[in-house]
């Protein structure tokens, strides 16, 4: 069987989509398929190609035992509406094309967002009588109208018709949480073709043993109680709110929030952290993966925020998971599925999003109960995650169900 993954965003960018793809892909080949990754050029989240991109529009190289083709898109470091626009148009055109003329593949299996992806996945999948199946992580245009980065409502409806055409259109849909499967399901006329596949933790990453505290000695934070977030800094992570806690900490220095990751939002938050003289509020640069579990194991508490909104109550950030499984505290400024998770796992305690004050007596709460109340509750965290949301165990979950379909066609 050859599955074609499309996924805009891929390894070497750092992210939940990138790391989905990725495990994804290496389950295939691990079954012993042939596996395509069809993406764009990497530039996500600073939005610049690096020179050995430049000057060219397609690319191949092999990662893991499968096979990467890669096509120029139109990054840009500022984001606006029309960058945006450009962004996802420029990959819906290259990739569409490029995608025709790979090797033919039994299954195509496109993730979204970018909404545009799903369309690539359509038209290479009819255009070579492939079987095509659909990948939802977070629902288009819902969320990107909670971002602020769809305002228009013709550009709005024209969207909303595009989501329809695609679910009803794929042979089948995944998608992360139930509520997603609930709203699909809506959609389709058949909804046995909607299926759960969650998110997960690398557990053999994001593993407790590789506990380093040498990065707190060499950022001077040695002493402190360190509640970390590290990932993307943008728009719907809220971030806003480790400020306003930060603010309200300025009398207990021994709590920092220390914020690990690149965005468009971050210089704003820097600048307006300096501007408030906030000491207790810490920014360091983006870490790759395969360094970062030392950050997060050596952090007394870890933080997984959402901006608040009503549709973030059917989100379940990916990090909630590799978080879990780092076997610290987990702070939880997300609703809906996502608390039903920690709540479950015991690993954790859950903030109302953008309840700045909630965040910060949760540092206090958990900075009271004593290293070893902690380690209790990071270490009931990371046994749910193993008993429940490993990416092993959706990877190979996947692999059937693609078999399955590769059988169809």
Not at 55 to 67: H, L, N, P, Q, V
Not at 113 to 137: C, H, N, S, T
Not at 209 to 214: E, L, P
Not at 334 to 354: D, M, N, Q
Request: include cysteine.
């Amino acid at each position: 069987m050859h599955v074609l993954f499309i996924s805009q965003y891929f390894t070497p960018e750092v992210g939940a989509t990138q790391t989905r793809i990725h495990e994804f892909a290496r389950a295939g080949v691990a079954a012993g398929h042939r596996v395509t990754v069809l993406t764009e050029f990497p530039n996500h989240p600073h939005g610049r190609i690096p020179p050995e991109y430049r000057g060219k529009i397609f690319t191949r190289e092999s990662m893991d035992g499968f096979e990467v083709v890669r096509v120029w898109v139109l990054a840009r470091p500022v984001k606006t509406f029309w960058t945006r626009l450009g962004f996802y148009f420029s990959f819906l055109g290259l990739a569409s094309i490029r995608g025709l003329f790979l090797p033919k593949p039994d299954v195509v299996f496109a993730t979204s967002p970018p909404l545009p992806v799903g369309l690539v996945g359509w038209i290479v999948a009819r255009g070579r009588g492939a079987r095509f199946m659909l990948d939802i992580r977070d629902l288009w245009p819902a969320a990107a109208e909670a971002l602020g980065e769809l305002k228009k409502p013709t550009l709005v409806r024209m969207a909303a018709r595009l989501e329809r055409f695609l679910y009803r259109h794929a042979d089948r849909v995944t998608a992360v949480t139930r509520g997603f499967v609930t709203h699909i399901s809506k959609m389709v006329d058949d909804p046995q073709r909607v299926c759960l596949l969650p998110n997960g933790a690398q557990v053999e990453v994001f593993d407790p043993a590789r506990r380093d505290d040498s990065w707190r000695a060499r950022h001077g934070i040695d002493g402190r109680f360190v509640v970390t977030f590290a990932g993307l800094h943008g728009i719907a992570q809220g971030l806003d709110g480790v400020l306003r806690a930060g603010s309200l900490l300025r009398d207990r220095p021994e709590v920092l929030f220390c914020l690990i990751g690149e965005g468009p939002v971050k210089a704003r938050l820097q600048a307006e952290a300096e501007a408030q003289k906030l000491d207790n509020v810490r920014f360091l640069p983006p870490v790759p993966l395969a360094e970062i579990t030392p950050y997060l194991t050596g952090s007394d508490a870890l933080l997984v925020p959402l901006k608040p909104d009503p549709i973030f109550d059917t989100f379940i950030p990916s990090k909630l998971f590799d978080f879990l499984a780092c076997a610290r505290p987990v702070i939880l400024m997300v609703g809906g599925e996502a608390r039903e998770v920690l709540e479950a796992s015991k690993g954790g305690v859950f903030v109302t999003p953008g309840d700045a004050s909630g965040l910060a007596q949760a540092a206090l709460d958990l900075l009271a109960l004593g290293p070893e109340n902690r380690a209790r509750m990071g270490a009931q965290g990371r046994e749910y995650v193993l008993a429940h949301y490993t990416r092993a165990v959706q990877g190979k979950r996947l692999v059937e169900w693609l078999e399955t379909e590769a059988r169809i066609r």
